[in-house]
């Protein structure tokens, strides 16, 4: 896991956003609302998307190491948060996910979605692998 130095406004909106998802998330569930609680998820995905490309730690690399890793790191916390939404509608790929990150399995329930069960920085990561399939169509003529 990537090492964190000091988190900007936009390092710590960006998480809040995860936790405010939680609720949503659940209020859309006691409604009967599952698609609202999954664009309330994938509101955050589409958000974490749009902080990485803005904070481009690829450029970082050379210009403010420091701060790349806090990207990368805030990124990383980002996936896990995310992933521990969704486990209720992909629970095998989200605990592939959370096997990636190294996320103890009693650590995975909602209320391990605030900062003070953020990934540890320094913690080793297993070999990278997929964890979605890839998906190819099949000829017509079969």
């Known amino acids: 896991v990537p090492k ?4 900007t406004e936009a390092d710590g909106a ?10 949503t998330a659940r209020k859309a569930m006691a409604e009967q609302g ?6 309330a998820i994938f509101g955050v995905v589409a958000e974490a998307d749009r902080y990485f490309a803005s904070q481009e730690p690829w450029a970082l690399r050379k210009t403010d190491p420091v701060r790349m890793e806090t990207v990368l790191w805030t990124t990383a916390e980002l996936v896990r948060r995310v992933t521990v939404l969704c486990q209720p ?7 592939k996910l959370l096997d990636l990150l190294a996320v103890p399995a009693d650590k995975r329930n909602f209320e391990h979605v605030h900062a003070d069960h953020a990934l540890v920085p320094g913690t080793a990561l297993p070999a990278p692998e997929g964890v979605f399939p890839r998906y190819v169509e099949q000829d017509a003529k079969a």
Do not use: Y
């Open 89 to 95: 509608f992909i629970p095998g790929s989200a605990a």
């Open 4 to 7: 964190r130095g000091e988190l």
């Open 14 to 23: 960006i998480l809040d956003h995860a936790v405010e998802a939680l609720a």
């Open 34 to 39: 599952i698609h609202l609680a999954l664009a």
